[in-house]
């Protein structure tokens, strides 16, 4: 070592060692061999084929949401087992060592922060990531079942969120999780407040219960989501990562235009370099923001308003409209399972591994941007994210104490004073409101059609068609007004002025849609009032019906297409979509709660 | 796992230990014949297997469910009657989550917590309400719903006279149907002087 | 390009984690051991260990880092004249050792905090601030039941305790189940969530803490909760007025006082050992039915409808008698030979009392029922008492004679002007 004369060198001599070489098992030259070589000698390399597509691994085409979304999961494993070193899942502990990571622990602010918006960004890219997905067309055949699991992991990304909310045992914990937990309680069949219970289920025995662990939210409750949030579920989430990511290469990518080049260095440079980023983005905002954390849990407290994690606050929204077992239980299942249903139901072959391109396309007086291929299945699944993204921007800004209605420009007032009053339309009524609505998704198969032709000239199923969707529609615009207008209740107008969308314009204008009507019906006598009333009411129902025709040549289309069973599926998730869009509307605008209501078995919609 | 083996192979295999036994019961033969014995071997396995594994799953599942509770109890001592005055008292919200309602004729006694999903009401004076801050339900008086998503009534709590003279209220009981909630324990009778 | 941002990404990474690494070290209390340490000598420095400091107190369930920047409150000759590095005025620390006691069951604020606004409270979501000059003297009745043993040292508590029985509060508050329930229960509104006790900051400027709320809401009583005035509603809408809560005009040694005492009624439960019970109360014996009367009169807080000696006055929201509340020095004259009549009225009381306007609201102010709260000779005395005050109705007399009363009368505890609203 001291010999001048040749100057030792410490790097040859360790690569002769047995150890290095039982390690590394090729030089590091770049040449196309040791390329290949690293990826083949590497297991986590491995994860990705040796040679890829040149436009596969361009930024703008996935824009590296998958590698992203997996490297925030490294970050949130890593960062939460450090967390786990100082926090104790005990009611009397748990909101005290938080309070230390914030103040006494070394670095114990910044990985609590970091565990904290990096689960948010989790949530972020993993929807981005599906929507990129679908976009491309990459759950297409041979990539359905993959689909699939990514949509698992999407459900196990938001309750890992979700058991996690619980654990700083603070009030913005305890709160998100009671609501969470109720609705558990109004599961249909097994849930104690849920509709058609099982004669046996009380609260002592419930989903609920079993989720929480007691009949409240305690130290049971603690434990339960500190083993289902720190080992259950990221257990099964690695699992499922494993067959996603094994997957992806099995299946391979879904662009394969463009000349072969090697993985080592082109993706894997990438991917480290938008790792960086993730982290220097996580790094800056932890920096920037501290995680909140509020009084210590209160089970007699309920802040005011009290609301869920922003991603749920599109839930917490939908409750707003529909009853728990409905909002809280039926719905998010239904996404979850239509989501799923995707690839099996969409045969369209086209729009595989491009972005679709866009055009203009003029309706009447408008013209939006349409896309040029799938127009259907792409203008649903974002009608159905935007969707999403609007009742969590609803609940996040436009909703105050008592969770009443307020511009995000308005200051909050605890003492507004507001006596909202919500009606519910008859169920006959509203029976005949919902039966319309869903028969709207009758299709003319082409088989009927020839019938119909054969029988009684070429135009007659065109004609029987559009005054089936017409009817339809006066149908619901009837049942939607008539009740509302001969109701007993003579004031429900009046007094639900504040309930409606247009108190919330303008509380100065005081002036809403039925008000004025009502006011026509009752003063200007009978026959002027009932005049400008029916108008109204063949207004709405010839614009519903209009619409209903304008669908109607794609929904024949579709079920020739899809087959009944397809078809069915596809249109009943369709209108559920539009369903509760209707009903936002239906409750903001005329501030109606139940179109059906069965008290006796928990029912209403 | 399963590389099902050819079936035709069971009833002359030489190796097959039952071959010896020269008095077939007639049970086991009609099984050979139906399914052929490894064939049916395998599958009783297979079947014990499900057996074990639904069971062993479902049993898991019984042990989510905790036999004791470390909660408190639900029935307390409220006072006495005269200590209330009309109207709605929120002397037990903090400690024992509930309102107690004294009017002319009488006390009655809700529970308070949102039969939403579980969030605590406030009461309203000035508007002759209790709201709930989570999802905006209202109550009256009564505590039947006038607004907001609520699907049902507030829950009345059992409510009798302890014989020292102070309300007895008991939170594992609970009644809100119209008509039932009225009479019997979940009214106390109490005229005002 | 990819290997620019390579580098700058790596770059500004590391630039990052420069940054963490100095945000963690240089804590706010980092800086103030600095200082604190750069004042002493060599040899005792020695003395004194750097790092977070904190007091564990088991038995009252706390962890208080107060110390940690606090480094010479318990050690006089170190201390220096500013804060944070003042040593504890008194023998307050010789009496309560801090490992049993800790800092934050006296002064509140938030112990395990360990940034200046946090531990001292000034922050949302804790709703204990530090208490401040004297109001620090409510925490000594967590466990002295005794203050006549501790008079000296609580002076503010005590009047605070006799502000509140002289303006009547237990006329309309409750307090461990003695007072009236015409408006909150006062038993725990030094520790109840500010939710509970229904603390509305809207009208408020920052800082919104509890201490804060009550002393603006003894200031003002009704700026807090203005009501709502009809033409600010929609037609057909009930006004809402606001809170009936009388004016009391205390000044700002009454109000830090009230408050003082007001904070001392916790929820705090403290060990047995801890707590020094009071002595029984001592059975009053009285010259005369009048002073006895004037005793009852005074213990259940007529006066804060009723006005001091029964003068009235009270503002109160549409209510019959020009919107006041009745003075009492008519009872005489109207019940002289109805007793019974006016002991039922004391008994069973009248609510919600006559309107002025039937078309408004009901009052808030009312006569609350009395019957199990006064016992029959203590009425009894009440009603002599009562008859007694028509002797100061003015008698017939001259113009000069009037404005030399109205000269003298500020001095005199019956005189109007001390329950006037706008005083």
């Not at chain 1, 590296?64 to 979304?69: A, D, K, Q, R, T």
């Not at chain 2, 049916?40 to 036999?67: D, E, H, I, Q, T």
């Amino acid at each position: 070592m001291a010999d001048p004369a040749q100057p030792f060198s410490l790097k040859p001599y360790l690569k002769k060692t047995k150890i290095w070489k039982s390690i590394f098992r090729h030089d590091f030259s770049d040449t196309p061999r040791t390329r290949l070589l690293r990826i083949f000698g590497n297991v986590f390399l491995h994860l990705q084929p040796v040679r890829v597509a040149k436009d596969a691994i361009r930024v703008t085409y996935t824009w590296g949401l998958g590698g992203i979304s997996f490297f925030v999961f490294l970050v949130l494993c890593v960062t939460g087992i450090l967390l786990m070193f100082y926090y104790r899942p005990a009611s009397m502990l748990a909101f005290q060592d938080i309070k230390d990571l914030s103040f006494a622990v070394t670095l114990g602010p910044l990985l609590r922060n970091m565990h904290r918006w990096a689960a948010h960004l989790m949530v972020v890219v993993v929807i981005a990531h599906m929507v990129r997905v679908f976009l491309t067309g990459a759950y297409k055949p041979p990539r359905e079942y993959n689909w699939v699991i990514g949509v698992i992991l999407l459900v196990m990304t938001l309750f890992l969120s979700y058991t996690g909310y619980l654990l700083p045992w603070d009030q913005l914990a305890l709160w998100a999780v009671t609501v969470g937990a109720q609705m558990a309680a109004n599961a249909p069949i097994l849930g104690n407040e849920g509709p058609f219970r099982l004669p046996f289920i009380t609260t002592a025995n419930d989903a609920r219960f079993s989720l929480i662990g007691g009949t409240v939210i305690g130290d049971a409750t603690l434990i339960r989501f500190y083993v289902l949030h720190c080992v259950a579920v990221p257990f099964l989430f690695c699992i499922f990562l494993c067959v996603h990511l094994w997957r992806v290469r099995k299946d391979s990518f879904s662009k394969q235009t463009g000349e072969k080049v090697d993985v080592w260095p082109h993706l894997v440079s990438r991917e480290f370099l938008a790792a960086l980023l993730v982290l220097i983005i996580l790094f800056v905002w932890s920096l920037l923001m501290n995680a909140p954390l509020e009084a210590e849990a209160n089970l007699n407290v309920t802040p005011n308003p009290s609301k869920a994690p922003w991603y749920f606050v599109g839930l917490q929204e939908l409750l707003v409209y529909f009853d728990p077992w409905l909002a809280g239980v039926v719905l998010p299942t239904l996404i979850v399972v239509g989501l799923m249903a995707i690839p099996y139901v969409d045969t369209n072959p086209k729009g595989v591994g491009y972005w679709t391109k866009m055009r203009r396309k003029s309706f009447g007086p408008f013209s939006i941007w349409v896309p040029q291929e799938r127009p259907f299945a792409v203008s649903v699944f974002m009608l159905g994210t935007i969707l999403w993204f609007v009742l969590i921007f609803i609940g996040t800004y436009c909703r105050g104490p008592n969770w009443e209605w307020y511009w995000p420009w308005e200051p909050w007032s605890y003492r507004r004073l507001t006596k909202l009053t919500l009606k519910n339309i008859p169920n006959l009524w509203g029976g005949l409101l919902v039966m319309s609505y869903v028969a709207m998704g009758t299709p003319l198969p082409a088989k009927a059609k020839e019938l119909i032709a054969a029988k009684a000239g070429p135009k007659t199923p065109g004609r029987l068609f559009a005054l089936l969707h017409l009817g339809l529609g006066m149908m619901m615009s009837v049942c939607l007004f008539v009740p509302l207008l001969i109701s007993k209740d003579a004031d429900y107008p009046l007094r639900s002025r504040y309930t409606t969308l247009f108190e919330a314009l303008g509380r100065s204008i005081n002036a809403p849609v039925m008000s004025n009507l009502y006011h026509l019906f009752q003063q200007a006598g009978p026959a002027v009032g009932s005049a400008v009333v029916g108008v109204m009411i063949l207004v709405v129902g010839l614009i519903l019906g209009r619409i209903g025709i304008a669908f109607g040549k794609m929904k024949n289309r579709m079920f020739d297409e899809l087959g009944l069973v397809k078809y069915a599926i596809v249109i009943s998730l369709l209108l559920m979509m539009m369903g509760v869009l209707g009903k936002i509307m239906l409750r903001l605008l005329f501030g109606i709660k139940y179109l059906i209501s069965l008290p006796m078995f928990n029912f209403n919609i | 796992m399963d590389d099902t083996p050819p079936v035709l192979s069971a009833p002359d295999q030489p190796t097959n230990p039952f071959e010896g036994l020269k008095s077939p019961n007639d049970m086991w033969k009609l099984l050979e014949e139906r399914f052929g014995r490894r064939q049916f071997l395998l599958k009783s396995g297979w079947a014990f297997f499900w057996v074990f594994l639904g069971g062993w799953l479902l049993s898991n599942l019984r042990y989510l469910f905790p036999n004791v509770l470390y909660e408190p109890t639900l029935s307390f001592k409220a006072g006495k009657p005269a200590d209330f005055p009309l109207g709605i008292s929120e002397k037990w919200k903090k400690a024992q989550r509930t309102w107690i309602v004294r009017t002319d004729k009488g006390f009655y006694c809700f529970w308070a917590r949102c039969t939403h999903l579980g969030c605590t009401p406030n009461w309203f004076d000035a508007e002759n309400r209790f709201k709930c801050p989570c999802h905006g339900s209202n109550f009256n008086r009564d505590g039947d719903v006038v607004a907001g998503p609520a699907p049902k009534p507030l829950w009345r709590c059992a409510i009798t006279m302890a014989d020292d003279g102070q309300l007895l209220i008991d939170k594992g009981r609970l009644e809100n149907r119209p008509g039932a909630r009225e009479k019997g324990e979940f009214f106390l009778p109490y005229e005002s002087a | 390009m990819k290997r620019l941002l390579f580098v700058l990404l790596t770059g500004l990474l590391a630039v990052l984690f420069v940054i963490t690494m100095w945000r963690d070290t240089a804590r706010e209390w980092t800086s103030y051991q600095g200082r604190f340490l750069k004042t002493l000598h060599t040899d005792e420095r020695r003395n004194v260990s750097g790092g977070i400091k904190q007091i564990i107190v088991k038995d009252l369930n706390r962890v208080d880092r107060c110390t940690t920047c606090h480094l010479a409150i318990d050690k006089p000759q170190l201390a220096l004249g500013e804060e944070p590095f003042t040593a504890h005025p008194g023998k307050f620390l010789e009496w309560h050792p801090v490992e049993k006691f800790g800092c934050t069951v006296c002064h509140g604020g938030q112990g395990l905090a360990t940034e200046v606004k946090a531990a001292h409270g000034d922050v949302k979501h804790w709703e204990d601030p530090l208490r401040r000059g004297n109001v620090v003297q409510a925490s000594c009745r967590q466990c002295h039941g005794d203050l006549k043993a501790i008079e000296a040292h609580v002076p503010a508590l005590i009047k605070g305790r006799e502000v509140f029985l002289a303006k009547g509060c237990y006329g309309c508050h409750t307090i461990k189940d003695f007072g009236q329930t015409v408006s909150q229960d006062l038993t725990e509104i030094g520790s109840k969530s500010y939710q509970l006790m229904e603390a509305d900051f809207e009208m408020m400027s920052p800082p919104h803490d509890r201490i804060r709320w009550l002393e603006t809401k003894l200031r003002h009583p009704r700026m807090l909760n203005p009501g709502v005035r009809p033409e600010h509603l929609p037609p057909g809408e009930e006004e809402i007025f606001p809170s009936a809560m009388p004016h009391f005009g205390l000044n700002q040694d009454d109000i830090e006082s009230v408050t003082t005492y007001l904070l001392s009624l916790t929820a705090s439960n403290l060990p047995a050992s801890y707590v020094m019970p009071a002595p029984p109360e001592p059975t009053v014996t009285y010259a005369s039915d009048l002073e006895h009367g004037t005793a009852v009169f005074e213990k259940y807080g007529c006066a804060a409808c009723h006005g001091i000696g029964g003068v009235g006055g009270r503002h109160n929201w549409n209510g019959g008698l020009g919107e006041e509340t009745p003075p009492l020095l008519y009872v005489k004259a109207y019940y002289g030979n109805h007793v019974e009549e006016l002991k039922t009225l004391i008994r069973s009381g009248r609510q919600p009392v006559p309107r002025m306007n039937a078309g408004r609201p009901n009052p808030g102010l009312y006569m609350p029922a009395w019957k199990d709260r006064i016992s029959e000779p203590d009425l009894d005395a009440l009603v002599v008492y009562l008859f007694s005050l028509a002797d100061r109705l003015p008698q017939p007399q001259t113009p000069q004679a009037a404005t030399d009363q109205a000269q003298t009368s500020p001095s005199q505890p019956t005189a109007p002007v001390d329950s006037s609203p706008i005083n």
